[in-house]
């Protein structure tokens, strides 16, 4: 790993541990409780993504943070240390906006050295720092001329060196890539995982885009209505979400969800959907130990759902192909089961017309329980 | 006949080209998406077709008409914009009514027609609601309603899904394709997402410096694109692409990219007659690249895993192969600094001409 000298320099003795820890935060704007007992703790150098649709109070949390907002209850702390009391820049800690804020008529050097001026280091040391971060962010060639030349991606680069020198603690970063092309996005994320692991910092990074949070993430909190819903890792989030909510947000084609009701038919245990059943009875008491009523919706993520020509089992659904999308490397296939609608994750040489019949196979390996009125997972897998 | 035509189109603001030379054709009933980084001049040309903008030469035909001197109005096109400009003070049906009071037609009629439209976009229920309390998609379709109802020959979008969130954006877009199968109108379609494009569009032409590169069906363009351009820019993550030299070496033929070789012995004649020079790029999908734990043959490559992007259903592998960094997509129990053997498969290979950046393969 390699670490800039002048940021573990700041950072005191190598090795110190940089964690921050949130102790039931909350924040009322006006009438609105945007945030609710917000608590959770990152690890030392990790790249914690907050994951969530827009309004979940993310901005919000960031600039409490960084302590642009003051909070009505709870506690930050950094490291051991609580912040609540003290001063935005006191703190060490960097912010990036999701619009990128830097001096248009300034060149990106002036741009950069603008933090290290106000320190009032010296010139030679000011063009040492410049360079050695500008060298790992790939921006040397940026340094001579203005922003309005730069690329979307290339300006973003360039905020983020500022934030840089001046060797912040934490980096908080909101969403950061939102503003670019579809294709920027994707390499800069890329990006901005090597360099946290370069810099060997604590990084926190807000996003609505769950691809980008699983892609990146080390460990991720999602967040909805003001609430932390679940902090885990990426494929524990993805594999064993807590709630209908997480099921529904992580996961691209969205997972499929279908109402259905737990009931007892001819001695065997069924999840009855509105056109189909299916036969639970080998994991009934794992479902009623965790049930408030019989009333649940089954998730179904379009990849575990296989298609065929003719049913295969007795447990086959009979569906009826309606659009298909092509992915590139895979194309969706929606279908419809009386009123219900399903998306399937199927490879790009299916062939089947718009209009035929298809045969459904569900993966009980791979289906969630959630109840329906507490919106909690019951069960995940269904064998 | 087609029912657009668009011939040798070139727009140029002051001393910067926008769009070079544009011409396609957009059948009945078809979706064609414009595609390309910003800067690329789709949007000109989208606006050029619908009037917005004067072109500085060629030729717009609609319905075989030669249009280039008549105004947007009467064109007969239908333009949804990005913010979808709706009236926010109206209800829903007074949006969707508002062209057809604007041409004095008989109120019975349009009572008639807004009905019909809006049984066709599912926005039966909320006819008499105000548009501020909708959602988004709701709002979209007041928006594509609204041009639809006026019987546009061509159905002009401008980037309608690039302000709206990700999760939202992917129920869109499922949306977007259900509409277009209920109103069946030719529709140009502009965005610089290509997964939209690939979802959306019947034929995709892919636009670069004002030039469109190719124009094809979306499962065409990913499986065989014709230029290095149209290969990197489609496809998420993008194709892997390699410098590498054709060269003969102890009576084979090979490519050479320095941190690794392919033997294609099999295939010199047929590359040698196409390339130029031996300078040759050689480009390879993450999909399709196996990785494995051991080596399993003798013509596998070793890399080391450097990041890892779980993805969910799959992940993907940022790898060092020698020198090289390389991205492979796929599912497979390592952690970052374990050695992993990967495959190049001939029949996934793409070469282009490193010169002409042409595929030749």
């Known amino acids: 790993m390699r670490r800039l000298k002048l940021l573990s320099g700041d950072l005191g003795e190598a090795g110190t541990m940089v964690k921050l820890k949130l102790v039931n935060v909350s924040k009322r704007i006006r009438k609105e409780q945007v945030l609710k007992n917000v608590t959770f703790e990152t690890g030392d150098r990790e790249l914690f993504v907050i994951a969530g649709p827009p309004g979940a109070g993310k901005t919000t949390l960031l600039k409490i943070i960084a302590g642009l907002v003051p909070l009505d209850e709870g506690e930050v702390y950094i490291g051991d240390e609580m912040v609540n009391y003290k001063l935005p820049v006191e703190r060490e800690i960097g912010m990036v906006f999701e619009t990128p804020a830097v001096y248009p008529n300034r060149t990106g050097f002036e741009n950069i050295a603008f933090p290290l001026r106000l320190k009032r280091l010296s010139d030679g040391e000011i063009k040492k720092q410049v360079h050695e971060v500008a060298e790992v962010l790939q921006i040397t060639h940026l340094l001579d001329r203005k922003p309005h030349t730069y690329s979307g991606g290339e300006l973003q680069r360039v905020t983020l060196a500022r934030v840089l020198v001046r060797s912040p603690r934490i980096l908080l970063l909101d969403e950061p890539l939102k503003n670019l092309d579809a294709k920027i996005r994707e390499i800069m994320r890329v990006e901005l995982k090597r360099l946290q692991r370069e810099f060997g910092i604590t990084m926190i990074f807000t996003t609505h885009d769950q691809l980008e949070a699983v892609a990146i993430g080390d460990r991720i909190a999602v967040m909805n209505e003001g609430v932390i819903v679940q902090v885990d890792a990426p494929e524990k989030v993805y594999n064993f979400p807590k709630t209908l909510f997480v099921g529904r947000f992580v996961g691209s084609p969205s997972m499929n969800l279908v109402d259905c009701t737990f009931r007892e038919a001819d001695s065997r245990w069924v999840l009855e959907a509105e056109e189909f059943s299916i036969d639970v009875t080998p994991v009934k008491d794992r479902i009623v130990t965790s049930l408030t009523g019989p009333e649940l919706i089954l998730g179904v993520r379009p990849q575990d759902i296989n298609l065929g020509e003719k049913p295969t089992s007795e447990q086959s659904i009979e569906a009826t192909l309606e659009i298909t999308q092509s992915l590139g490397s895979e194309k969706i296939a929606e279908l419809r089961v009386g009123s219900i609608l399903l998306r399937a994750l199927v490879p790009p040489s299916f062939a089947m017309k718009i209009g035929e019949k298809a045969y459904i196979e569900l993966n009980r390996e791979k289906l969630f329980l959630f109840d329906k009125k507490t919106e909690n997972i019951v069960v995940h897998g269904l064998l | ?361």
């Not at chain 2, 899904?161 to 499922?174: H, I, Y």
């Not at chain 2, 410096?209 to 990913?222: F, N, R, T």
């Not at chain 2, 050479?256 to 050689?282: W, Y």
């Open chain 2, 1 to 361: 006949m087609a029912k657009l035509v668009v011939k040798n189109l070139r727009k140029v603001f002051g001393d910067f080209e926008a769009v070079k030379d544009v011409s396609f054709e957009v059948n009945e009933r078809e979706t064609i998406c414009l595609l390309g980084p910003s800067g690329c001049g789709k949007t000109t040309t989208l606006r050029m077709i619908a009037g917005l903008e004067t072109p500085t030469s060629g030729h717009i035909y609609i319905d075989d008409v030669l249009v280039n001197d008549v105004p947007p109005q009467k064109r007969g096109i239908g333009l949804v914009f990005q913010d979808y400009a709706v009236f926010p003070h109206m209800s829903v049906f007074e949006n969707l009514a508002f062209g057809l009071k604007v041409r004095k037609t008989p109120k019975q009629e349009i009572t008639a027609k807004v009905d019909e439209i809006a049984r066709l976009l599912g926005l039966g229920d909320l006819l008499y609601k105000s548009v501020k309390g909708l959602g988004l998609s709701e709002i979209q379709r007041v928006a594509i309603g609204r041009s639809v109802i006026l019987d546009p020959k061509i159905l002009l979008l401008d980037e309608p899904l690039s302000n709206v969130d990700a999760k939202v954006r992917e129920r869109m877009r499922s949306e977007l394709k259900r509409i277009q199968k209920e109103i069946d109108i030719a529709t140009v379609y502009v965005t610089h997402d290509q997964l939209e494009a690939m979802t959306l569009g019947d034929r995709i032409a892919v636009m670069k410096d004002g030039l469109i590169e190719q124009m094809a069906k979306p499962d065409e363009i990913y499986a065989s694109p014709h230029t290095l351009f149209v290969a990197e820019f489609i496809g998420s993550p993008s194709m892997n692409l390699f410098e590498c030299e054709l060269i003969d070496r102890e009576g084979r033929v090979v490519l050479d990219a320095k941190d690794f070789t392919i033997d294609v012995t099999d295939f010199a004649e047929t590359i040698k007659d196409t390339a130029t020079s031996p300078e040759l790029v050689v480009g390879i999908r993450p999909e399709d690249i196996p990785l494995n734990i051991k080596k399993v043959s003798p013509k596998a490559i070793r890399g080391e895993v450097q990041l890892i992007e779980s993805l969910g259903a799959s992940s993907i592998y940022h790898l060092k192969v020698g020198q090289k960094s390389l991205l492979a997509r796929g599912f497979l129990e390592v952690k970052v600094g374990n050695k992993v053997w990967i495959m190049f498969d001939m029949d996934k290979l793409h070469l282009f001409d490193e010169k002409t950046k042409v595929a030749i393969w």
